[in-house]
């Protein structure tokens, strides 16, 4: 199993960025598929964006496109959600999601298919 820990959340005005952050425990952590969900109040977990073990294949949802970038740092067992031009509707408890992949340059979309998860952090976008 992989701990992890989000960081970076937090109260932030529209059109303002956040950066967030997940610290994986696991030292083989570049043999897995990292991702973002994130679940607002009365609504469905939801796929935010997917990165490969490599960081060469990367999603995105539509409603993020353009606007937030996932990235990693290996050395660091770090992966990272930068989210600009924040939208109230972007407002939601924002999770990270492990699975291991190698050597496929897998990215999973959907929740099921990630059996590691942080405990959330919190980003509310003020209009």
């Known amino acids: 199993q992989v701990q992890l820990v989000e960081s970076g959340g937090g109260l932030v005005q529209a059109g303002g960025s956040l950066r967030l952050s997940c610290a994986a425990s696991e030292r083989t952590f570049n043999n897995y598929a990292l991702a973002w969900f994130r679940q607002a109040p009365g609504k469905e977990r939801e796929i935010v964006a997917a990165?490969?073990?490599?960081?060469?294949?990367?999603y995105y949802a539509d409603s993020v496109k353009g606007r937030f970038t996932s990235s990693r740092d290996n050395a660091k067992n770090t992966v990272y959600l930068q989210m600009n031009s924040l939208k109230p509707e972007d407002t939601a408890v924002y999770y990270c999601?492990?699975?291991?992949?190698?050597?496929?340059?897998?990215?999973?979309?959907?929740?099921?298919?990630?059996?590691?998860w942080g405990q959330g952090t919190q980003v509310t976008v003020s209009s």
């Open positions: 990165i490969s073990w490599s960081g060469g294949n990367r």
């Open positions: 999601a492990a699975a291991r992949t190698f050597p496929r340059s897998s990215v999973f979309t959907t929740a099921n298919e990630y059996d590691n």
